[in-house]
């Protein structure tokens, strides 16, 4: 932060993710990156990626808006943070910025302080191989208009290029059917180039056969990720619901039983419980007034099915009518008495963070017995793999007999996720990859 104008904020009420663990804590300890004026990238801003879910024109959101503002029509601080937005917004071009604030906000801003140090970023450059002399690496091979360049590194390569799930063959090697590259949101440029070169240089890999997993629609143009767990579905905003239409929906097998918690949180997708679900599964919820509950994406390109009747949509998704209303009728009788007896949904703290809290006695459950209903296709899908080349704590990459490999390190989706099989937390992804790259490039430094 000394070196950039990256700054952050407290998401204050965003609860760990396991808050009843020893040391949780349910208002949380989640930060995010704050305002940042576009301007200062200049020419550099053209190639800045754009938001994942786009802010709406004239106004600045924040991570932990998005809580109340899915409320904003049943809640008066959800009304009040909308109007608030707008106010942000409003303040920020009077002052001559271009705000930008989440993802783009910690891109453009680490980006900035690159620029500031007159540090080069070569685009569009990938990499071919590494280059090894007597056992140490010294440099990278890559590709720049078409020609094929050697960059020297005479103290240390580190290896951030991210993970492989834009890999067909790789996806096949160490991954199940028939999980591939249809279902992720990683960045299409990861396909596993920096783990392959260090395969080649003699490195060792681990947890290769797991990704940061999560439930996804799947949609002709591209996977629908639901990246907000818990957004609660009777309320409708400008901005793209974000989740997983919490309160009134339950994931269902193809024989009907309700078999997972729908708000799995973080990479909490039932694949990773050691059993495979019956691909794809479907997920019931319902609608009311205009039918608010169902985000306008998944209206227009239709992966789901409408009825007005629980017989009429258990035919069109192909499961047994008893055995879904058995369900629904099972999950309308928690939702009356407020506790979850199959997986204890709304016993954590975590739960309720994207509820409306207007749905008593718990705002994790609401029933299902309003039409119309619908059901769409849940499928493991995941925010990049997890797996790469094993490090030491100092990022130093390591061969299958555990000897560091000089020269060379790596960091983020590239290396073994320091996380192991669990996401223990809210950027459980980018806070090791900062972490590692700044203690990669401290170790570079300090062995010169």
Same mark, same amino acid.
């Given at each position: 932060?000394q070196?950039?104008?990256?700054?952050?904020r407290?998401?204050e009420?965003?609860?760990?993710?396991?808050?009843?663990?020893?040391?949780g804590?349910?208002?949380?300890?989640?930060?995010?990156?704050?305002?940042?004026?576009?301007?200062?990238?200049?020419?550099?801003?053209?190639n800045?990626?754009?938001?994942?879910?786009?802010?709406?024109?004239?106004?600045?959101?924040?991570?932990?808006?998005?809580?109340?503002?899915?409320?904003?029509?049943?809640?008066?601080?959800?009304?009040a943070?909308?109007?608030?937005?707008?106010?942000?917004? &409003?303040?920020a071009?009077?002052?001559?910025?271009?705000?930008?604030? =989440?993802?783009?906000s910690?891109?453009?801003?680490?980006?900035?302080?690159?620029?500031?140090?007159? /540090?080069?970023v070569?685009l569009?450059?990938?990499?071919?191989?590494?280059?090894?002399?007597?056992?140490?690496v010294?440099?990278?091979?890559?590709?720049?208009?078409g020609?094929?360049?050697?960059?020297?590194?005479?103290?240390?390569?580190?290896?951030?290029?991210?993970?492989?799930?834009?890999?067909?063959? =790789?996806?096949?090697?160490?991954?199940?059917?028939?999980?591939g590259?249809?279902?992720?949101?990683g960045?299409?440029?990861?396909t596993g180039?920096?783990?392959?070169?260090?395969l080649t240089?003699?490195?060792?890999?681990?947890?290769?056969?797991?990704?940061?997993?999560?439930?996804? &629609?799947?949609?002709?143009?591209?996977?629908?990720?639901?990246l907000?767990?818990?957004?609660?579905?009777?309320?409708?905003?400008?901005?793209?619901?974000?989740?997983?239409?919490?309160?009134?929906?339950r994931?269902?097998?193809?024989?009907?039983?309700?078999?997972?918690?729908?708000?799995?949180?973080?990479?909490?997708?039932?694949?990773?419980?050691?059993?495979?679900?019956?691909?794809?599964?479907?997920?019931?919820?319902?609608?009311?007034?205009?039918?608010?509950?169902?985000?306008?994406?998944?209206?227009?390109?239709?992966?789901?099915?409408?009825?007005s009747? &629980?017989?009429g949509?258990?035919?069109? =998704?192909?499961v047994?009518?008893?055995?879904?209303?058995?369900?629904?009728?099972?999950?309308?009788?928690?939702?009356?008495?407020?506790?979850?007896?199959?997986?204890?949904? !709304?016993?954590?703290?975590?739960?309720?963070y994207?509820?409306?809290?207007?749905?008593?006695?718990?705002?994790?459950?609401a029933?299902?017995?309003?039409?119309?209903?619908?059901?769409?296709? &849940?499928?493991?899908?995941?925010?990049?793999?997890?797996?790469?080349? /094993?490090?030491?704590?100092?990022?130093?990459?390591?061969s299958?007999?555990?000897?560091?490999?000089?020269?060379?390190?790596?960091?983020?989706?590239?290396?073994?996720?320091?996380?192991?099989?669990?996401y223990a !937390?809210?950027?459980?992804?980018i806070?090791?990859?900062?972490?590692?790259?700044?203690?990669?490039?401290?170790?570079?430094a300090?062995?010169?």
């Amino acid at each position: 932060m000394q070196n950039s104008p990256l700054r952050f904020r407290y998401m204050e009420g965003y609860s760990d993710y396991y808050p009843e663990r020893t040391g949780g804590l349910p208002n949380g300890r989640s930060i995010e990156p704050d305002l940042f004026d576009g301007n200062l990238l200049g020419p550099e801003l053209a190639n800045l990626n754009p938001a994942y879910i786009p802010v709406p024109s004239g106004q600045v959101v924040f991570s932990a808006d998005y809580k109340w503002l899915n409320l904003v029509l049943v809640n008066v601080k959800g009304a009040a943070l909308a109007l608030e937005t707008y106010d942000r917004w &409003i303040k920020a071009t009077a002052q001559g910025k271009k705000p930008l604030t =989440m993802g783009q906000s910690l891109a453009g801003a680490l980006r900035a302080g690159l620029l500031q140090a007159g /540090v080069p970023v070569w685009l569009n450059t990938p990499l071919v191989d590494l280059r090894i002399d007597a056992g140490r690496v010294t440099g990278v091979l890559v590709t720049r208009n078409g020609t094929q360049t050697l960059i020297k590194a005479k103290y240390g390569v580190v290896v951030a290029s991210g993970g492989f799930e834009h890999n067909d063959g =790789m996806r096949d090697q160490y991954q199940q059917q028939p999980i591939g590259t249809d279902w992720t949101l990683g960045a299409a440029s990861n396909t596993g180039d920096g783990i392959e070169a260090g395969l080649t240089a003699g490195a060792e890999v681990a947890l290769m056969d797991d990704s940061w997993w999560g439930p996804v &629609i799947p949609l002709p143009d591209e996977p629908y990720f639901c990246l907000a767990e818990h957004t609660p579905p009777r309320q409708h905003h400008r901005q793209p619901a974000r989740g997983a239409l919490r309160e009134r929906s339950r994931a269902l097998r193809r024989r009907s039983p309700r078999h997972v918690p729908e708000e799995r949180r973080g990479a909490g997708h039932p694949r990773l419980d050691g059993h495979r679900p019956e691909l794809p599964e479907p997920l019931p919820l319902q609608g009311s007034r205009a039918d608010p509950a169902v985000p306008g994406r998944l209206v227009r390109q239709r992966p789901l099915v409408k009825s007005s009747t &629980i017989a009429g949509l258990a035919a069109k =998704m192909g499961v047994p009518a008893s055995a879904l209303r058995s369900t629904i009728n099972r999950f309308n009788g928690f939702a009356a008495t407020g506790k979850d007896l199959d997986f204890k949904r !709304g016993d954590s703290a975590y739960d309720h963070y994207y509820t409306d809290p207007a749905v008593i006695p718990n705002s994790c459950l609401a029933p299902l017995w309003l039409p119309p209903f619908y059901a769409f296709k &849940i499928v493991p899908g995941d925010l990049g793999t997890k797996g790469g080349l /094993v490090t030491d704590a100092k990022a130093r990459v390591l061969s299958p007999a555990g000897a560091v490999i000089p020269g060379l390190y790596a960091a983020g989706n590239a290396s073994s996720a320091v996380m192991g099989r669990s996401y223990a !937390g809210a950027g459980a992804t980018i806070g090791p990859a900062m972490t590692f790259g700044y203690i990669a490039a401290n170790h570079i430094a300090d062995n010169r």
